[in-house]
């Protein structure tokens, strides 16, 4: 769906976003599904495709929604993206400094997962700047949402739907949960944004239209979208 409408900007990002969270999946269900160390550490290579820039991603396409730093968007990108890339290569030659996985340790116990890991302090260090970014978007939506018509608004709780439950499978990392549940909750919101296209029309950018045009202008208008849509 977000395919079809890449013409738009959040569109492109939103494709983004949902092929990052599809590396996270894929290559979660390697890693369970590994029968020795290298599999293991293979499949956290293509976790770590997507898992350095699905939340970046996000707060980039919520900085598109709402309209927020459009002369300076370029520059905005090149800086949100610099800790996503730096996170990427760490984490491509974790086995030369040991920054994201300390170890990796057989799980006696039980065959699902194989192996155990000990978690670095980069790991610790990019888990705590995804919930930055997160609680970022959220907190550009707050005003945007008091201030939107009742479309916009609903257009914006699918948005944060969308980042809430992957956030919140996260969470039950830290309270103990062996299995990762993080890839299910971008299954989650997966679905959730297709609901939002479909029901909510979330790509056709809205909310950035109503600003760049009826805060300049005071004549009445009728404004389409890309697909001659009032």
């Given at each position: ?148 018509s009742r479309i ?6 699918v948005l944060t ?70």
């Amino acid at each position: 769906l977000s395919y079809q409408k890449r013409h738009l900007p959040v569109a492109r990002t939103m494709v983004l976003i949902m092929l990052g969270a599809a590396c996270y999946a894929i290559g979660y269900a390697f890693e369970l599904l590994s029968r020795n160390l290298y599999e293991v550490k293979l499949s956290l290579q293509i976790e770590y495709l997507g898992i350095p820039f699905v939340t970046t991603l996000w707060l980039f396409q919520v900085i598109q929604f709402s309209g927020t730093a459009s002369r300076y968007r370029k520059r905005l990108a090149l800086a949100l993206f610099l800790i996503p890339v730096g996170v990427f290569f760490l984490h491509l030659t974790n086995e030369w400094h040991h920054l994201f996985y300390e170890q990796y340790i057989l799980n006696d116990r039980s065959t699902f997962p194989l192996y155990k890991t000990i978690k670095g302090p980069w790991y610790q260090a990019h888990t705590l700047y995804n919930y930055f970014v997160i609680l970022c978007g959220f907190f550009l939506f707050i005003p945007m949402y008091w201030r939107s018509s009742r479309i916009v608004r609903k257009q914006i709780i699918v948005l944060t739907m969308g980042a809430a439950v992957p956030l919140l499978f996260n969470i039950s990392l830290w309270f103990g949960m062996i299995v990762d549940l993080t890839p299910f909750g971008f299954a989650v919101s997966g679905i959730v944004y297709a609901w939002g296209i479909l029901r909510f029309n979330l790509l056709r950018f809205t909310p950035l239209a109503l600003t760049q045009v009826f805060d300049t202008i005071r004549d009445g208008v009728i404004l389409l979208d890309y697909q001659d849509q009032i």
